[in-house]
């Protein structure tokens, strides 16, 4: 079935240094792919997404580029800041109705 | 415009208790999700609503898990009775697609109920 695998975590950061979190999927067909932010304390919420191959989504700061050849969906940020200190979930579409199939996690801790 | 919510946001039960978890969605969305969420896992999903009636609960274990969505607003979901390993953060979600074609991913999370199960 449809899968989404994540680096894991946590990682840890100093404040202005470059972010990657690498995301990879398995999946029948062109899914929709997805990252997720879930701040502390709150609930899950849609940073970005991209619909098809070759699309680029974007969002404070934030993009992850849809690579059908590698499968892939990584999320990339120039300069983090203390404030991007999340859990980070990559996630796929599994047909209709906006089924969701999300990864693990990945912990980001940003130091000043 | 007000959020999804849900309650209690924490439930300590001992094993073979039952415990109700109900949430109300954003006002006008159509799917309703209830979500499992392990530590360390990602979010799992149990249900999906459209409207009151039920789209997906092929991970539902139907043996303890129940969940209704009555009137097609405000949903609860129950478990009977509770095992250790269903310790969990559970999540609802609503969005406003509709219909078999893919909307938009955009699902939006109430903070969770937090389950221990002792």
């Known amino acids: 079935g449809n899968s989404v695998t994540q680096m894991e975590g946590p990682v840890t950061l100093s404040e202005e240094a470059f972010l990657t979190i690498n995301c990879t999927y398995t999946a029948t067909g062109y899914p929709s792919l997805f990252w997720y932010v879930q701040y502390p304390g709150e609930g899950l919420q849609l940073l970005l997404k991209?619909?098809?191959?070759?699309d680029k989504g974007s969002n404070k700061g934030f993009e992850a580029t849809y690579r059908k050849e590698t499968t892939s969906f990584h999320l990339e940020k120039g300069s983090v800041q203390v404030s991007d200190s999340a859990v980070y979930f990559c996630a796929l579409s599994d047909g209709g109705y906006n089924k969701l199939i999300f990864g693990a996690g990945t912990r980001l801790a940003v130091h000043p | 415009e007000a959020g999804v919510a849900q309650s209690p946001r924490y439930k300590i039960i001992e094993k073979r208790q039952s415990v109700a978890f109900w949430c109300n969605p954003i006002?006008?969305?159509?799917?309703l999700y209830w979500y499992q969420q392990i530590l360390g896992q990602g979010p799992k999903l149990l249900i999906q609503f459209q409207n009151n009636g039920v789209v997906d609960d092929s991970q539902l274990p139907k043996d303890r898990f129940s969940a209704e969505r009555l009137k097609g607003v405000d949903s609860t979901l129950k478990i009977q009775p509770a095992k250790l390993e269903d310790s969990a953060v559970y999540l609802c979600?609503?969005?406003?697609?509709?219909?078999?074609?893919?909307?938009?991913?955009?699902?939006?999370f109430g903070e969770g109920s937090r389950l221990t199960v002792l």
């Open positions: 006002s006008g969305h159509a799917t």
């Open positions: 979600a609503s969005s406003p697609a509709t219909g078999l074609a893919p909307g938009t991913g955009e699902l939006f």
């Open positions: 991209a619909t098809k191959a070759d």
